[in-house]
């Protein structure tokens, strides 16, 4: 039974300074600079420009240079090269792996790109592919695991907020002061802070949870996939909520 949620539509995002806190503690060796969005003429990025894994086994080449990152990106490993139609920005590095992220014993490519920026928002997609032939191998986008794994509801009490968060059939509840005063909503929002992160051999996904407009984190959704061989897909297999300031 699906659960309903909300969802922060990225239509666009000028890169700005001055993240939230939960935004700065969330990604790592990054520092806070001021970006001025301005439109300006498409080229080819220069050849110097690449990212690797840690022992150079892969490497990731950025196609074309485009006023707010890069447009389009080649990867090379094993004597191969493919050219994908990725756009990712610039203020965030790429982020290559080479490892066994499947179980079977043989080593996949996992690149993980920043695709926004801005004031209280960061959002980053997740690349696996096959090293052998560099085709892409399915991750399940969160948003089908938060509609079929993730409720929630929202009571408004002055100028407090109850909400309940259930989880995989665990159901918790927190209390949260909201800084906007006029906030009506009755599901929490997801969108504005997506990042993903590779340790032990295991992908995970943290999700922001917001209630309001100008976003106030209130929570991070924690979700481990595991690699289902029938399908050829990551699906999520672990979630949990973890509230902030808590």
């Not at 892969?58 to 196609?63: A, E, G």
């Not at 080649?74 to 050219?83: D, R």
């Not at 965030?92 to 014993?105: A, K, N, S």
């Not at 665990?170 to 599901?187: G, K, S, Y």
Request: glycine share 6%; net charge negative.
């Amino acid at each position: 039974m699906k659960k309903e949620f909300g969802i922060v539509v990225l239509s666009s995002i000028l890169w700005l300074v001055g993240c939230s806190d939960h935004q700065e503690n969330s990604q790592k060796n990054e520092n806070s600079s001021t970006e001025q969005w301005s439109m300006q003429p498409k080229q080819e990025a220069k050849e110097s420009i690449m990212w690797s894994s840690e022992n150079n086994e892969v490497q990731l080449t950025p196609k074309t240079k485009v006023s707010d990152g890069f447009s389009g990106a080649t990867v090379a490993v094993n004597n191969m090269e493919k050219e994908f139609n990725w756009d990712f920005t610039s203020i965030t590095e790429p982020q290559v792996y080479y490892t066994d992220l499947t179980g079977d014993g043989k080593k996949e490519v996992v690149v993980i790109i920043n695709t926004g920026r801005g004031t209280g928002l960061t959002t980053e997609e997740v690349h696996v592919l096959n090293s052998e032939d560099l085709s892409e191998i399915n991750v399940q986008p969160f948003e089908d695991i938060i509609s079929n794994h993730f409720g929630s509801h929202i009571t408004k009490k002055g100028e407090n907020l109850d909400i309940q968060v259930i989880v995989q059939g665990t159901e918790q509840h927190l209390n949260v002061v909201a800084q906007d005063p006029l906030v009506e909503q009755e599901h929490l929002n997801f969108g504005g802070v997506v990042y993903y992160k590779l340790d032990n051999q295991k992908l995970t996904v943290v999700l922001g949870t917001s209630v309001g407009v100008s976003p106030q984190y209130v929570g991070d959704v924690y979700i481990t996939y595991q690699f289902d061989e029938a399908k050829n897909e990551f699906l999520a297999h672990q979630m949990k909520f973890v509230p902030l300031n808590k």
